[in-house]
Each structure stands twice: as structure tokens, then as C-alpha cells.
């Protein structure tokens, strides 16, 4: 019966690891979306883009400076300028 015990409770830590794990990978995505939202409005309003059209932009920036969509997001949204 102990050891029976023992292992649900392993099992449920396992779980419960997993779920924070998961929780802070969502977090870390909303974070990420909301920084490429930012950045993309400011294409936006500034270069007059579609929404597409400034993700490409961004994409296009991240490809060239080998850096993560979400770094050149941020730093556009920090700075008000494209990276170069």
C-alpha cells in the first residue's frame, strides 16, 4: 500500500511539473505575441502596411541580422527603429 502511495505521489509531482512547465511556455508565447503586435503596428502606421505586409518586413529583418523575429520585434518596439 506504500509503495502504491508513493507512486501516485511521484506521478502527480511529474504532472505538476509538467503543467508549469507548460504554463510558462504560454506565457513566453503571449509575451512574444504581444511584442510582434507592437512592432507590426508601428510598421503599420508608419510605412502604411497591412498587417502581412509588416510581419514580412519583420521577417525579412530577422533573416538578414540572423536574429529571432521576436529580438528585432522588441527592439523596433523599444526603440522605434528596425535593427541593422
Known amino acids: ?3 502504491a502511495y ?3 505521489a511521484a506521478a502527480m509531482s511529474d504532472r505538476r511539473d509538467e503543467v508549469d512547465r507548460r504554463e510558462a ?6 509575451s ?3 511584442v510582434i503586435g507592437q512592432a507590426k503596428g508601428i510598421l503599420m502606421e508608419r510605412q ?3 498587417a502581412g505586409e509588416a510581419f ?3 521577417r525579412g529583418a530577422s533573416q ?3 536574429r529571432k523575429v ?3 520585434a522588441r527592439h523596433l518596439a523599444d526603440t522605434g527603429e528596425l535593427p541593422s
Open 1 to 3: 500500500i506504500l509503495a
Open 6 to 8: 508513493v507512486a501516485v
Open 25 to 30: 511556455a504560454l506565457h513566453r508565447g503571449l
Open 32 to 34: 512574444t505575441r504581444d
Open 48 to 50: 502604411r502596411l497591412s
Open 56 to 58: 514580412d518586413v519583420l
Open 64 to 66: 538578414r541580422l540572423n
Open 70 to 72: 521576436v529580438d528585432v
